[in-house]
């Protein structure tokens, strides 16, 4: 199985000022049709998961673009530029390169 | 707008079985490759068996011969069969479609 790493564990933020999550997988997210399933998501206090990125770097319809995602291979990263009081929660990176489909632990994100 | 309803969670003795039910509007079950995603109370994202749009099925190896997803295109519905539950099972278990769109979740609790 493919582990996803995520660093770190809790980032506290203030407001206005940029967040960057780390995730790093055991293996190369390539697959054989040439994409790269690595997304992250973002998961609010109480609520479900929901997509922020998908193939690393395209973003989620209705996604501010404060948020932004990078990296190949085995290292990406989920950028916020200006962190809102909305983003507090935990996020998550996923790879669905292969099976069985992977989750990071998690990073929350809080405001200081 | 696509929506997803999960239906059928609730308590459960070890050993036992349940049927959730994963409502869909919006969007075509049948076209799409869809997923049950699980979350342990206070733990992060688990990955549990996901169809694709031409029929095939893949589980995570902890629910593999216990655990059955279908669909039902008459009723635009994505079911999850739980039999032989075990208290690792206690979980909110969510419906997602391509990982894009995600629902409420329902809450299945194994215990005696």
């Known amino acids: 199985d493919i582990v996803m790493t995520q660093t770190p564990l809790s980032s506290p933020v203030t407001l206005g000022q940029p967040a960057s999550i780390s995730c790093r997988s055991s293996q190369s997210l390539v697959h054989s049709d040439g994409n790269t399933y690595l997304s992250w998501l973002q998961q609010r206090p109480g609520q479900p998961p929901r997509l922020l990125i998908y193939k690393i770097s395209d973003r989620f319809s209705g996604v501010p673009d404060r948020f932004s995602g990078s990296g190949a291979g085995t290292d990406f990263t989920l950028k916020i530029s200006r962190v809102e009081a909305e983003d507090v929660g935990v996020y998550y990176c996923m790879q669905a390169t292969q099976f069985p489909l992977t989750f990071g632990g998690g990073t929350k994100v809080e405001i200081k | 707008e696509v929506q997803l309803v999960e239906s059928g969670g609730g308590l459960v003795q070890p050993g036992g079985s349940l049927r959730l039910s994963c409502a869909a509007s919006g969007f075509t079950v049948s076209s799409s490759y869809m997923s049950w995603v699980r979350q342990a109370p206070g733990k992060g994202l688990e990955w549990v068996s996901i169809?694709?749009?031409?029929?095939?099925?893949y589980y995570a190896d902890s629910v593999k011969g216990r655990f059955t997803i279908s669909r039902d295109n008459s009723k635009n519905t994505l079911y999850l069969q739980m039999n032989s539950l075990r208290a690792e099972d206690t979980a909110v278990y969510y419906c997602?479609?391509?990982?894009?769109?995600w629902g409420q979740g329902t809450l299945v609790t194994v215990s005696s």
């Open positions: 997602a479609v391509t990982t894009f769109y």
């Open positions: 169809i694709y749009s031409g029929g095939s099925t």
